[in-house]
């Protein structure tokens, strides 16, 4: 089963930068799809970014071109740069991993989840 420990995230200002991590363990990272999440008070659980086995990214049309999402295998890492920050980017952020980019992935409709780390932009 996976284990997953997110990081990085802070009190940031509007149109400022934060890059989160998330160490991903119990599974073999190079074949698995990771995704970041992000869950906004009130608000459902979203899918924000992508990045697949091979390399290939997605992003959620609201953080389109603001946001980077990396990976590195050799350290079990995902990485999440968020460039240019806006108020509703505020939420607690999760990764996730899936060797099946489907539904249930895109939903998040997946059994483990790290603890998050919280996002808050605010002047």
């Known amino acids: 089963q996976v284990q997953l420990v997110e990081s990085g995230g802070g009190l940031v200002p509007p149109g400022g930068s934060l890059r989160l991590s998330c160490v991903a363990s119990?599974?073999?990272?190079?074949?698995?799809?990771m995704g970041w999440y992000r869950q906004a008070p009130g608000k459902q659980r979203e899918l924000v970014a992508v990045?697949?086995?091979?390399?290939?990214?997605n992003y959620a049309d609201s953080v389109k071109g603001r946001f980077t999402i990396s990976r590195d295998n050799a350290k079990n890492t995902v990485y999440l740069k968020m460039n240019s920050q806006k108020p509703e980017d505020t939420a607690v952020y999760y990764c996730?991993?899936?060797?099946?980019?489907?539904?249930?992935?895109?939903?998040?409709?997946?059994?483990?989840w790290g603890q998050g780390t919280k996002v808050t932009v605010s002047s």
């Open positions: 996730n991993a899936d060797q099946t980019y489907g539904l249930a992935f895109i939903k998040g409709e997946l059994d483990s």
């Open positions: 119990g599974i073999i990272f190079s074949l698995y799809n």
């Open positions: 990045i697949t086995s091979g390399g290939n990214t």
